[in-house]
């Protein structure tokens, strides 16, 4: 079975303080997963190492960057490297957020880089994709998202992709509470299978989870992952309310 995926994204939420209360409460009521199950926090940066040390006890608990630098090392003032995230023993890194194509100007290019850095660091990008609404009520959000998965993946080999996650994002449902459909979501997480499955064949796309991100709460999160292409969420307002989190964990299959 695909490994079952809850990642939480923090985004630029908390104080070093406010985030272990948070962590701490929730490592109170959690349980280890399933073999076929991982918990993944995207914390920010200056909190890796405070969240990791408290969620090391834990089976399948894992922490990720939200981001990091497309250059080995050198003179890129504020950036981090996919070297540093390794030397702290971080598990996953967050490419290709819409916020950051957004507002950082992330590029097709810029992210196939991010991609080779961190493999090349053995960190596993969750890679993002996702369209904005105008797009989909163009409804050309199928091409939309095939061509973000072509232009930032399709260099990589099939045995780079086996196991590899992608989060598929609509944008018009993040931070909105309004989420996809379930059959919005199933449909466009069979898009993105078949065009993995059309490039690199069924047992590559059959091991890739594929996350849903967007609106994501404890309250729908069971009907979300029941769908048979979801396999788990990216979750950014729910994840920073430990009982949220914790029934959204409760919710993988
Ligand atoms: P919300 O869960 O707050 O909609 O955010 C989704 C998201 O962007 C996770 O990366």
């Known amino acids: 079975m695909r490994k079952q995926i809850a990642a939480a994204n923090w985004k630029m939420n908390l104080t070093l303080q406010e985030a272990e209360i948070l962590i701490d409460e929730l490592m109170d ?41 497309d250059k080995k090392a050198g003179a890129y003032t504020g950036e981090v490297s996919a070297e540093m995230l390794k030397s702290i023993v971080v598990d996953y890194v967050i490419l290709g957020h819409s916020e950051r194509r957004e507002y950082f100007n992330e590029s097709h290019p810029m992210l196939a880089a991010k991609i ?25 959000q199928n091409s939309y998202v095939e061509t973000q998965l072509k232009e930032s993946l399709f260099h990589l080999s099939a045995e780079q992709l086996t196991g590899f996650v992608i989060a598929y994002e609509p944008i018009w449902a993040i931070g909105t509470g309004k989420t996809a459909s379930n059959e919005q979501a199933q449909e466009m997480h069979a ?20 996350l849903y991100g967007g609106s994501v709460k404890a309250n729908n999160a069971k009907d979300i992952f029941g769908q048979p292409d979801v396999d788990g969420g990216l979750v950014g307002g729910a994840s920073l309310v430990a009982a949220e989190f914790a029934a959204i964990l409760n919710s993988l299959k």
């Open 29 to 69: 009521i959690t349980h280890d997963l399933k073999e076929n199950q991982k918990a993944v926090f995207a914390v920010p940066f200056p909190f890796l190492i405070s969240v990791k040390n408290k969620i090391v006890d834990k089976k399948n608990f894992f922490v990720a960057g939200q981001n990091c630098y």
């Open 191 to 210: 898009h993105i299978r078949n065009v993995m499955t059309n490039q690199y064949g069924a047992v590559v796309s059959e091991s890739i989870s594929i």
């Open 116 to 140: 080779n850095i961190c493999l090349e660091n053995g960190l596993k990008p969750i890679f993002c994709c996702g369209e904005s609404l105008a797009i989909r009520e163009a409804e050309t």
